[in-house]
């Protein structure tokens, strides 16, 4: 029998830019979320949630801008079930190809009481109203039960049944705190099947959250007990514990698809480029040993495993590195290398880019390649990631001169070009990092918070590049930056500029 024969199509709902960016530290700008946008619509996910349009007016410009960019993919907006919101929403979203708004209300009894304060006879008759208020909108209607792992079946029942028939075309059955364990739920999945006479008229989805470390088994039992779409986010981030994380889902299904017996439309090609994407715009790294993109998801150390894999991969290997984007066969660029070399390489690791992007990158990389004897994939990464999430810089590094040792209080003098003229300043503080961002600091007038600085080596070898990341705080806004050099302290200045130039450019268009 052929493999496809009967297989359960599963759609694939990314909401790493909604839920996702509620991770502590994770807020986006548009030229992030934009760039999000571009990776998850080559990874072909069915449906992006963009953001909650009524919660900001930059959500609403983000919503509104995703929708005009992305064109296979439905663009969703979540929203409260309130006449409000939902026509926020519709006007975020009405300009994409594919519009879609995302309602929900509570309907745990918990929530009902404490939280709405409202009987569920009044929450049933929200429900189903403002989904028909939302389908006179908007063709594609999805509505969720908020809390709906502790709500009540009879109750879960009625609600679903009554959106169905007014309109929702998806109807989501969130784990919102994480509570489900995966036999409970998926039976949960089934019972919704057995008991709602109208459920065929619509998509059942999931939404699982990881406070027990179960959304993705949750998600894997909800799609064998009858769940049509799972809701997730590109390595497993979000809110507190996080999300269902979408690249151990979906290579779950395809590595168990005679388990399963379902398929979803992902690349799963482009998996690894777009985990990279997203922890790189959102400085958010991940475990070595995470499962599918963590750095350890194909390494073999021990002498058995080494061997085996040697002698067939199948023997450790339950799916290949080239399934996700990460090909075996790694071709070693150096200063010799020429641009063909170099455009092949960066398309194996998933950067498309237009051809000005393209000149100043392989510029960088030339430039990287005179001071070190090979670039890695990693390193090339790196520098790729640098060029696509370019902003505009406002202010741009010149020079810098550090003084510091053990027996002095470090200073820092840095140079920076702004409005084309050079500006100056000298500082001291108690390391070389420090006084460079208080120098900075002084020269621009600013009175930022240092929420988080890292560094990391991205290759290993004393001619490593290193990686700082920052994220700074204005007030209410946050911003992240990141630098790549071989110098730490160059990495560290570039990052701070980053973070700073998205700061002073937001600034002067608002």
């Not at 009524?54 to 409260?80: H, M, Q, T, Y």
């Not at 009894?109 to 389908?135: G, N, S, W």
């Not at 505009?392 to 020079?399: F, G, I, Q, W």
Request: with cysteine; net charge negative.
């Amino acid at each position: 029998m052929n493999e496809t024969q009967n297989m359960r199509r599963i759609y694939v709902f990314d909401t790493t830019l909604r839920d996702g960016e509620q991770s502590p530290g994770c807020t986006m700008n548009l030229r992030d979320k934009l760039l999000v946008a571009e990776h998850l619509e080559a990874l072909r996910v069915d449906v992006i949630e963009a953001g909650f349009a009524i919660a900001s007016p930059g959500d609403f410009e983000s919503v509104k801008a995703i929708g005009g960019v992305v064109k296979n993919a439905a663009v969703a907006s979540l929203c409260r079930a309130l006449p409000k919101d939902i026509e926020c929403a519709w006007e975020a979203v009405r300009g994409a190809a594919h519009p879609r708004i995302h309602t929900f209300i509570a309907t745990s009894p918990i929530h009902m009481e404490f939280k709405l304060k409202m009987t569920p006879d009044e929450v049933c008759e929200q429900a189903v109203a403002m989904v028909k208020y939302a389908r006179n909108l908007c063709g594609d209607v999805e509505f969720s039960l908020e809390d709906c792992s502790r709500s009540e079946r009879p109750f879960i029942y009625r609600v679903v049944e009554g959106v169905i028939a007014a309109g929702a075309t998806t109807v989501n059955i969130p784990d919102t705190v994480g509570y489900a364990v995966p036999e409970q739920f998926g039976q949960l999945i089934a019972d919704i099947r057995q008991h709602v006479p109208n459920i065929a008229q619509a998509r059942l989805s999931v939404h699982c959250h990881n406070d027990l470390g179960l959304a993705v088994a949750n998600s894997l039992a909800a799609v064998h007990a009858g769940a049509d779409q799972v809701e997730c986010t590109v390595n497993g981030i979000g809110e507190r514990a996080g999300n269902t994380a979408l690249e151990e889902v979906v290579m779950a299904l395809r590595t168990r698809r005679d388990f399963y017996r379902a398929e979803t439309n992902i690349d799963t090609a482009k998996i690894y480029a777009t985990s990279r994407c997203v922890i790189n715009v959102t400085g958010s790294k991940i475990q070595a040993n995470k499962a599918i993109v963590g750095e350890n998801a194909f390494a073999h150390e021990a002498g058995i495993h080494q061997h085996g894999v040697m002698a067939n991969p199948l023997t450790y290997e339950i799916m290949t590195p080239e399934s996700i984007g990460l090909p075996r066969n790694k071709m070693v660029l150096g200063k010799h290398s020429g641009r063909h070399a170099f455009e092949t390489r960066l398309e194996e690791l998933g950067f498309h880019m237009e051809a000005t992007r393209i000149n100043e990158l392989f510029a960088k990389f030339k430039d990287l390649a005179d001071r070190k004897k090979t670039v890695s994939d990693a390193d090339l990464e790196a520098l790729a990631h640098g060029v696509q999430t370019m902003i505009a810089e406002r202010v741009k590094l010149d020079r810098f001169n550090v003084t510091a040792s053990n027996a002095i209080t470090p200073v820092s003098t840095i140079r920076l070009v702004r409005d084309g003229k050079l500006i100056e300043q000298v500082a001291a503080s108690d390391g070389p990092i420090n006084a460079s961002f208080k120098a900075i600091n002084q020269l621009l007038g600013l009175k930022v918070a240092l929420e988080t600085f890292q560094l990391n080596a991205i290759t290993g070898g004393t001619d490593a590049q290193c990686e700082a990341t920052v994220r700074v705080r204005d007030g209410a806004r946050v911003f992240h930056g990141r630098g790549i050099s071989t110098d730490v302290i160059e990495a560290s200045i570039l990052a701070y500029l980053q973070a700073l130039n998205v700061l002073l450019d937001e600034g002067a268009r608002a």
